[in-house]
Nanobody, 124 residues
Framework: QVQLVESGGGLVQAGDSLRLSCAAS????????MAWFRQAPGKEREWVAF????????YYLDSVKGRFTISRDNAKNTVYLQMDRLKPEDTAVYYC?????????????????WGQGTQVTVSS
């Protein structure tokens, strides 16, 4: 199947930046729709961003628009989430997810492959 491994999380101050990475293996990366989700303590997992097969089309949760940027490097089998001007409410475990369909989706149930998550903590 598809294996996904996230990295890049950490503890930062409000206003700082982090860049998350997700390395994929086991399938043809360029034919995977990739997304980022996050799950804060006591809350359900929510969709944050996704990117099309070719990396041109990107879509974001309203609360992160203008601050987060999703991108992919198909040559490296890696998807990124650049997070700028982080806020305490961005604190969560961030998960990389993939699906084999080219159709974009926001629901957790639509993604069959998940990474283990990486913790992002933003202090005030």
């Amino acid at each position: 199947q598809v294996q996904l491994v996230e990295s890049g999380g950490g503890l930062v101050q409000a206003g700082d930046s982090l860049r998350l990475s997700c390395a994929a293996s086991g399938r043809t990366f360029s034919r995977l729709t990739m997304a980022w989700f996050r799950q804060a303590p006591g809350k359900e997992r929510e969709w944050v961003a996704f990117v099309t097969w070719g990396g041109i089309g990107t879509y974001y949760l309203d609360s992160v628009k203008g601050r987060f940027t999703i991108s992919r490097d198909n040559a490296k089998n890696t998807v990124y989430l650049q997070m700028d001007r982080l806020k305490p409410e961005d604190t969560a475990v961030y998960y990389c997810a993939a699906r084999e369909s080219p159709v974009l989706a926001r629901a957790v149930s639509e993604f069959a492959y998940w990474g283990q998550g990486t913790q992002v903590t933003v202090s005030s």
